[in-house]
């Protein structure tokens, strides 16, 4: 059983930046995909970015150019660079690891853009 845990929410402004870290438990995190995904107010989890274990990464049309996602298999993070922060980009902010049939969550973050 893997366990996520997420860090780095906030409140910030417009045009600002936050960084996004998830931590994972175990051995295995070399063996994942990851991936952030995200949820507004009233409206459906959607995906955000996605990295494999080679490095190469997605993302959603919105968040390109603005998002980064990158690892650490040495210490079992995954984070989301997130810069020129939008108001519609608030939503909770969910990681996301998995591969061989397998799938763990995190339990969110909270990322509020407003002034």
């Known amino acids: 059983q893997v366990q996520l845990v997420e860090s780095g929410g906030g409140l910030v402004q417009p045009g600002g930046s936050l960084r996004l870290s998830c931590a994972a438990s175990?051995?295995?995190?070399?063996?994942?995909?990851v991936g952030w995904y995200r949820q507004a107010p009233g409206k459906q989890r959607e995906w955000v970015a996605t990295?494999?274990?080679?490095?190469?990464?997605n993302y959603v049309d919105s968040v390109k150019g603005r998002f980064t996602i990158s690892r650490d298999n040495a210490k079992n993070t995954v984070y989301l660079q997130m810069n020129s922060l939008k108001p519609e980009d608030t939503a909770d902010y969910y990681c996301?690891?998995?591969?061989?049939?397998?799938?763990?969550w995190g339990q969110g973050t909270q990322v509020t853009v407003s002034s």
């Open positions: 175990g051995s295995s995190f070399s063996r994942y995909a």
């Open positions: 990295m494999s274990r080679s490095g190469s990464t």
């Open positions: 996301k690891i998995f591969g061989g049939g397998y799938a763990y």
